[in-house]
């Protein structure tokens, strides 16, 4: 470690870490703990949806992708305000504030378990469950008699020893199980998304903002910095995805989020009580009016706002049925007000940028801002099916994947994400040698094609599940292998595209439009959740409390999603692949 002395922006003399300005310590720190938080909580989200709300399958799954893609859209709305009135530290004080409210409100104000129950017809009947896991037993309560309910191999559902007025079996589409909720705790759950979501927004961009500012725009070490920063994102999400789907198991879903919500008070503290190192960065610009208590009204007016987002995007409609009975329109027309809004946005920049380029920029500039949209769009393909590891894959890792690693432990369903981030840190420094050294001889694949290659190792890494799928033992349950297989395959296609986008984006645009592509960009992040919410939707299966009827229905359910995206994902990596010729002429020299 060099003790060499830099000056600061405050010009005052300060100790290097590791070469670098001693406050990059201080916001790798902060940056691990607050994603120490996210990807914790993260990690049970949808397994707590289903088995605590007892929410449907396709009702857990939208309302994660509408709550993730709203992570990703409010740093757009978060990175204006800092920028333009609060100032980057400000902004970062407020969003962990938010964020660990959010968590701790989650933990404490879930209240009971929904009690579960069945429609057929129009008729309710209490449902009761006894035992756990594999082995859990559903029964119908009939004037006060059990009657045990068997999921069918055709979907339908049989009733033992039923007496009048409940048929023995009951046909798919003529039932159907939810659980009875507390309002008030419902409420309160799409509240503390909301404390999360906001506060993610004022936080994510612009911890970023102050890390780019202890450096010149030259300055060499400027990569490796974010690197480091890069290297606390994985670190967080390792220690948390170990740690919190095990206190979930061990004592409650409660005090698993809880100890997500420690993670989010570290790093607010540690940001917060920094010191004089902070005091020359992230200040409001000089000429910005002192608006604090319009930003708190707005933020305040904000939150109903979210909330009312995340209980629209709460629909009990098919989305298959939607897409069959009325084409493309009416799905798009079906959808929630967040999903309309996405897809107009979206492809309206998309479509409308490359044709204000063709009448308005140089030849040179059209081409690459066309290049550059291409690319966007192709991201969200990636980006829709990557993120089904914290919905559909956590859902079929619990269900259908044998996680017993030993006879005294059994791997938690919401740990088997922790296989990315471990990944990403071991393989990443590979993938940096593996580029320098093709660069310096020429040979590096240009953005176009990594885009092509990351599609194809997204898209082997389903078809790796459907071929492992095989292999499921007599309960129907998957040897862990192939998942871990999958992850690996899916981490491998992250490193050839992530380390690429920003990049490709800033070297691609108008200077002049650099940071509305940089929004087009974060909002195809957006999209992706969102879209990745409704896929996995169609990998939606019939449940009792969390825990499916029958496990071979709901293993031939994820298997045909999985076979179909990942066949479109090799699809669109090939298409890409017909267009790298042209879209690398389109760059116009740039890589």
């Known amino acids: 470690m060099s003790n060499t002395d830099s000056i600061n922006q405050a010009g005052v003399p300060e100790k290097l870490w590791f070469g670098h300005p001693r406050l ?6 902060t940056e691990m703990w607050e994603r120490f938080g996210y990807y914790g909580m993260r990690a049970v989200l949808v397994l707590y949806l289903g088995q605590h709300f007892l929410f449907a399958d396709h009702v857990a799954n939208g309302l994660y992708g509408a709550f993730t893609s709203l992570v990703y859209l409010t740093p757009l709305i978060g990175g204006v305000i800092a920028d333009q009135y609060i100032g980057s530290k400000m902004a970062v004080k407020t969003g962990a504030v938010l964020m660990s409210i959010g968590y701790m409100m989650l933990a404490f104000t879930g209240g009971d378990a929904a009690k579960p129950y069945v429609m057929i017809e129009s008729q309710r009947y209490e449902v009761q469950v006894q035992g756990t896991g594999d082995s859990a037993v559903r029964y119908l309560i009939q004037d006060g008699l059990r009657h045990k309910i068997v999921g069918n191999d055709d979907k339908s559902i049989s009733i033992i020893g039923a007496k009048a007025g409940v048929p023995e079996k009951v046909a ?20 503390s998304l909301a404390l999360v979501i906001i506060g993610n927004g004022y936080f994510k961009p612009n911890i970023t903002t102050i890390l780019g500012t202890l450096y010149e725009r030259t300055d060499r070490r400027r990569d490796i910095a ?5 290297m606390g994102i994985n670190l967080g999400s390792i220690i948390s995805q170990a740690l919190v789907p095990l206190i979930a198991i061990w004592w409650g879903y409660k005090w698993g989020f809880a100890f997500a919500g420690l993670g989010m008070c570290l790093a607010w503290a540690r940001f917060q009580f920094a010191g004089k190192r902070l005091a020359p960065y992230g200040n409001p610009p000089p000429d910005a009016k002192n608006v604090t208590l319009f930003v708190i009204a707005g933020t305040l007016a904000l939150l109903p706002i979210v909330w009312f987002l995340l ?34 946005v979206f492809f309206s920049a998309i479509i409308g940028i490359p044709v204000w380029a063709l009448f308005s920029v ?6 690459r801002m066309a290049v550059a949209c291409v690319l966007t769009f192709f991201s969200v393909v990636f980006w829709t099916l990557f993120e089904q590891a914290g919905s559909s894959m956590t859902l079929f890792a619990d269900r259908n994947t044998n996680l017993q690693l030993t006879s ?9 994400q922790i296989f990315n981030p471990l990944f990403i840190v071991v393989f990443a420094p590979l993938f940096s040698v593996m580029w320098n050294f093709l660069g ?19 898209g082997l890494g389903f078809l790796a599940l459907v071929f492992g799928s095989k292999f499921h033992g007599a309960d129907f349950r998957v040897p862990l292998f192939w998942l871990v297989l999958a992850y690996f395959l899916h981490s491998m296609g992250e490193l050839c595209l992530s380390p690429v986008g920003l990049s490709m984006i800033s070297k691609l645009s108008v200077p002049k439009l650099v940071g509305m592509m940089f929004g087009v960009w974060l909002l195809s992040s957006a999209m992706a959740q969102y879209v990745g919410g409704i896929v996995a939707q169609f990998a939606s299966t019939e449940t009792v409390a969390g825990k499916v009827l029958n496990p071979q229905v709901s293993l031939e ?26 879209l690398r002429k389109g760059m116009h020299g740039i890589r």
């Not at 140089?362 to 081409?367: F, G, N, V």
Request: glycine fraction near 8%; aromatic fraction near 12%.
């Open 172 to 191: 798919d589409g003529h039932f159907r199980f939810d659980g009875e909720r507390n309002p008030l705790n419902v409420i309160l759950l799409f509240a």
């Open 24 to 29: 990059l310590a201080l916001l790798f720190s």
């Open 226 to 230: 974010y690197t480091i920063f890069y």
């Open 557 to 582: 359910t994820y298997m045909g999603v999985f076979q179909s995206i990942g066949i479109a994902s090799i699809c669109a990596g090939g298409v890409l692949f017909v267009l790298w010729p042209l």
């Open 440 to 458: 310096k001889r020429g040979i590096e694949p240009s953005a176009p094609l990594k885009f092509s290659i990351a599609l194809v190792l997204v």
């Open 408 to 416: 005294a432990y059994t791997m938690p369903a919401g740990q088997v």
């Open 362 to 367: 140089k030849p040179e500039e059209r081409d």
């Open 311 to 344: 209980n629209n995007a709460m629909t009990t409609a098919s989305i298959i049925h939607k897409v069959a009975a009325v084409g493309i329109m009416g799905f798009l027309a079906s959808q929630p007000f967040l999903g309309q809004v996405m897809f107009i």
